[in-house]
């Protein structure tokens, strides 16, 4: 138990570590599209100004100055294309770096359900121990079974409670109740 203990504080941390890694990399991610999105919001309705210009003179051909102006436009958009192009590309490859935590959570996150595993099975260790004689064999027969329907959904989600479900823990009140019925 003693172990056990000691490894609480550091899986605190791990957790900590990995909420922090997971902020960071949503607020790269999400700074970038505030960069990138900008960018490219410019260019439509430019882009729609200019195809409606196109359309009008196909249906009835402009003038030689206004022609001479809507290729002067037309020329000026395109000559900003490869602009807004570049500044997008050289934001949209941060997103990438941003989810690499993803590995070294996955990693933090074994740690701590490993530590979470071993705590277990000691508290369950030290009430089998603890637990009036009588009571053991049926204890020990619930624990066995919780523990591999447990294991089963471990790593589906986090557990939710669907309507009917009776064997999931909702409060401290139900745990406080398991362990008075336990004899402590």
Same mark, same amino acid.
């Given at each position: !138990?003693?172990?056990?203990?000691? !490894? ?7 957790? &900590? $570590?990995? @909420?922090? =890694?997971?902020?960071? @990399?949503?607020?790269?991610? #999400? ?17 729609? @100004? ?7 003179? $196909? %249906? /009835?051909?402009?003038?030689? /100055? ?18 807004? !192009? ?24 074994? &740690? ?10 000691? #508290?369950?260790? =030290? ?18 079974? /919780? @523990? ?31 362990? /008075?019925? #336990? %004899?402590?």
């Amino acid at each position: !138990m003693e172990a056990a203990a000691e !490894m609480v504080p550091d899986a605190c941390d791990r957790l &900590k $570590y990995v @909420a922090t =890694m997971t902020e960071q @990399a949503a607020e790269r991610a #999400l700074n970038v599209i505030e960069l990138a999105k900008p960018l490219q919001e410019t260019m439509q309705p430019d882009v729609q @100004a200019l195809d409606a210009r196109w359309e009008q003179w $196909y %249906g /009835a051909p402009l003038e030689n /100055a206004e022609v001479k102006t809507l290729l002067a436009d037309t020329r000026g958009f395109l000559l900003q294309v490869p602009v807004h !192009m570049v500044a997008t590309n050289e934001q949209l490859p941060e997103i990438m770096p941003a989810q690499d935590f993803q590995d070294l959570i996955g990693q933090v996150i074994k &740690k701590i359900t490993d530590v979470v595993h071993l705590i277990e099975q000691q #508290l369950l260790g =030290m009430l089998l121990e603890n637990i009036a004689p009588g009571r053991r064999e049926q204890f020990a027969a619930q624990a066995v079974l /919780a @523990a591999s329907s447990t294991s089963e959904t471990l790593l589906n989600s986090p557990q939710i409670n669907p309507e009917g479900r009776t064997d999931i823990v909702q409060d401290q009140t139900q745990v406080d109740d398991l362990l /008075a019925s #336990l %004899g402590f």
